[in-house]
């Protein structure tokens, strides 16, 4: 008999000593499932009903994203800066569900809308809440995807390079200090200000206009766990995640998941706001599949989720084992991004 088999026939063994602890897993079962049950979003919004926002639509996890949505009937706004990008997204998405929406909207030009956006533009951001306002009266579901990456240790980007435990030059001009400043501050318009602008902009709208509110925020591993040559990126992945967390409570009405994927495939890292290059292995070959991502993050939002870690388990063990056990989680961090201290 295996291990499996001994428990199973021990556990049966001791409900059926004790009918008290049967009946008790019982209701623990009955209530996790009416709890599950009472806590999906499609009890009282079905997907035909809801109504998407996607920004950072034009390409990778978002673009995903909208044709998931826009495959199962929901009506989807895609926004991203790149036009023609966008105008095949909202062709993609038309043609994956050309059906009428169940509340009698016909064709597909009210079901997708695409916006040309930059969600760090306070401007672009209201003029595309008008436009939902008026054209579908409303908001169910804000997805912010969008993000830029960084892919440099700093002090390299302030121009100063480490040779056996001293710098070359000895100490940052003041030039590579405000070249510092100005690639921080792109990150931090890309990473943080922009979901703070789309958080801003649209929880009152979503709260006024959604029988189940919900914000999914695509945040990030690099966001919880440190690695070298992201302290830039890192660091704007995880702040908007509190930020995001923070408002979770400051508006419980609303639900707020958060996606947290290690690498993912596609071409993040070519949006490198420091020029940096790629240090890991191929993130196309080994990275965690665009639609995979896609379809947990609709999963998540379905069942209120709150932290999606991807891969599950490995990501979860590595953010708690960084807090107790931190060099084991730095030495491979520093493996993953090929770094080695000079
Ligand atoms: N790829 C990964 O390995 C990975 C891993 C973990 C987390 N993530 C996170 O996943 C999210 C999506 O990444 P991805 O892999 O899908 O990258 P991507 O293919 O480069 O997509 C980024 C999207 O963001 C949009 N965007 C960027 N800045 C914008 C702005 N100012 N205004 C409006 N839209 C903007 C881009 O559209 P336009 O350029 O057309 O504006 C694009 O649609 C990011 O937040 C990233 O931090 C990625």
């Given at each position: 008999m295996d291990t499996l088999s001994v428990a199973s026939s021990s556990v049966k063994a001791a409900l059926g000593q004790h009918p008290a602890l049967l009946t008790l897993a019982a209701i623990f079962l009955c209530h996790r499932l009416l709890h599950n049950l009472r806590r999906r979003r499609s009890r009282i919004l079905p997907r035909t009903r809801e109504r998407v926002l996607v920004i950072?639509?034009?390409?990778?996890i978002g673009r995903a994203i909208a044709h998931e949505y826009a495959a199962t009937g929901a009506r989807v706004c895609v926004v991203g800066r790149r036009e023609q990008q966008l105008n095949e997204v909202a062709a993609e998405c038309a043609s994956l569900h050309p059906t009428p929406t169940a509340?009698?909207?016909?064709?597909?030009s009210e079901r997708i809308l695409h916006v040309v956006a930059d969600f760090n533009n306070v401007e672009d951001m209201v003029a595309l809440r008008e436009k939902l306002e008026n054209?579908?009266?409303?908001?169910?579901t804000l997805i912010v995807s969008a993000g830029v990456s960084a892919l440099r240790p700093l002090l390299e980007v302030a121009g100063l390079e480490q040779r056996g435990g001293a710098f070359y030059p000895p100490h940052a001009a003041a030039e590579g200090i405000k070249r510092t400043v100005s690639v921080a501050t792109a990150a931090i318009q890309g990473n943080y200000l922009g979901p703070l602008v789309s958080a801003v902009t649209f929880i009152p709208l979503l709260c006024a206009t959604s029988p189940a509110p919900s914000v999914a925020l695509i945040s990030s591993l690099a966001g919880v766990i440190p690695a070298p040559t992201r302290s830039i990126y890192a660091s704007t992945k995880g702040a908007a995640l509190l930020l995001y967390q923070s408002l979770a409570i400051e508006h419980p009405s609303v639900a707020f998941t958060y996606i947290l994927p290690a690498t993912v495939e596609?071409?993040?890292?070519?949006?490198?706001v420091d020029g940096g290059t790629v240090r890991e292995a191929d993130p196309s070959k080994h990275g965690l599949k665009r639609v995979a991502v896609a379809k947990r993050c609709l999963r998540a939002i379905d069942h209120k989720e709150k932290a999606v870690f991807m891969p599950a388990l490995i990501s979860r063990v590595g953010h708690y084992l960084y807090w107790v056990f931190p060099s084991f989680v730095e030495r491979a961090a520093a493996k993953k991004y090929n770094y080695t201290a000079n």
């Open positions: 950072g639509a034009s390409s990778g509340n009698g909207a016909t064709g597909t054209e579908w009266a409303g908001l169910d596609g071409d993040f890292r070519a949006s490198a």
